[in-house]
Structure formats: C-alpha cells, structure tokens
C-alpha cells in the first residue's frame, strides 16, 4: 500500500528566507504609529479626566450661586413687602397728621 508524501520542505518555511527589507520597514513603522496612538489616547484620557474634574467642580459652584440667588430673591421679596408695608402705615400716618392739622386748624 503507497502512502501519499508531501514533497520535500513543502508545507514548511525554509529557514533562510527572509521578509523583505520593505515589509519589515513597514512593520516598524506601523508599531512607531501604534505607539504614538496609544500615547494620544494616554493624554487624551489625561485631559478628559482634568476637564470632567474642571466640571464637577463649576456644576457644585454653578449650584451653591443657584441656591444663594434664591435665598437672595427670597430676602428681597420679604424686603419689598416689608417696604410696601412701611410705605402704607407712612401714608396712613401722614392722613392722619393731615386730619389732625385740619381740626387743629393750623
């Protein structure tokens, strides 16, 4: 019985030979890009992380004024009836003042 062979060094690298001189410039090129990517990535997650830490820093101080602005608009609402107020026991007084002066006769 024959028993099919491979011819010799079929299906095998022979040793001597070599990658072209251009692939192999290629290739190193190609890890010199890789390289330079992930050093992009590095410093762009640096700078993504820099300007969410920027952010939730403005958000609590955009907050505190949004809480301070109400508490001021609450004080200035009070201040403007306290006013009115005033204003009104004012007139009140001076009609009165005018009365008595009337009855007075001065």
Do not use: C
Not at 64 to 82: F, I, Y
């Amino acid at each position: 019985m024959l028993v099919p062979q491979l011819p010799a060094g079929a299906g095998q690298t022979p040793v001597d030979a070599e990658v072209p001189e251009d692939a192999m410039e290629r290739l190193a090129h190609l890890e010199q890009l890789v390289v330079h990517l992930k050093e992009l990535i590095r410093d762009k997650d640096t700078q993504l992380l820099q300007r969410e830490t920027e952010l939730t820093s403005k958000d609590a101080q955009f907050k505190h004024l949004r809480t301070k602005l109400g508490e001021e608009e609450a004080n200035s609402q009070e201040m403007k009836e306290r006013l009115l107020a005033t204003e009104q026991l004012l007139q009140e007084k001076e009609a009165a003042h005018a009365e008595q002066v009337m009855i007075l006769g001065l």
